[in-house]
C-alpha cells in the first residue's frame, strides 16, 4: 500500500497564502502523476491541479493563475502553492497518486486522508 501524507492545511483570510505538502511512503516503486483535488460542502470532488514524474502540469482554470504546484521526485513530496485565496477555495484537500507500490505491481491509484483549507472573507 502506498501512503499519502498531507500536511499545510489551515485556515486563512481572503488575498492570503497557504502551501499544502503530500509526501508518498518511501519505499513506493515508482510514481507517475500526483496532484491535488479538493471538494466543497455538498459538491463533488473536483481537480485542482496535477503534475506528472516529467513535470508536466494541469490546472483547474480557478486556480490557474494563483496557484502553483511542484514536486520532488528524490523525496517523493508533491506540494501546492495557493496565492491569493479566496473564500470559494475552501474545502477538503486530498494528495493524489498514480503510483506501483513494489516492482511487478501494476498502476493503482492512491489518496491522502485530505486537509481542511478555510479561507475567510
Same mark, same amino acid.
Given at each position: ?6 500536511? *499545510? @492545511? $489551515?485556515?486563512?483570510? +481572503?488575498g *492570503? ?17 500526483? *496532484? ?5 460542502? *455538498? ?5 485542482? +491541479?496535477?503534475?506528472?514524474? $516529467? $513535470?508536466?502540469?494541469?490546472? +483547474? ?36 497518486a ?5 516492482? @511487478? ?7 491522502g486522508? @485530505?486537509?481542511?483549507v478555510?479561507?475567510?472573507?
Open positions: 500500500q502506498v501512503q499519502l501524507v498531507e500536511s *499545510g @492545511g $489551515g485556515s486563512v483570510q +481572503a *492570503g497564502l497557504l502551501t499544502l505538502s503530500c509526501a508518498a511512503s518511501r519505499s513506493t516503486f515508482s510514481i507517475d502523476v500526483m *496532484g491535488w483535488y479538493r471538494q466543497a460542502p *455538498g459538491k463533488q470532488r473536483d481537480l485542482v +491541479a496535477t503534475i506528472d514524474s $516529467g $513535470g508536466w502540469t494541469n490546472y +483547474a482554470d480557478s486556480v490557474k493563475s494563483r496557484f502553483t504546484i511542484s514536486r520532488d521526485n528524490a523525496k517523493n513530496t508533491v506540494y501546492l502553492q495557493m496565492n491569493k485565496l479566496e473564500p470559494e477555495d475552501t474545502a477538503v484537500y486530498s494528495c493524489y498514480r503510483a506501483k507500490r513494489a516492482y @511487478g505491481s501494476s498502476w493503482a491509484d492512491y489518496w486522508q @485530505g486537509t481542511q478555510t479561507v475567510s472573507s
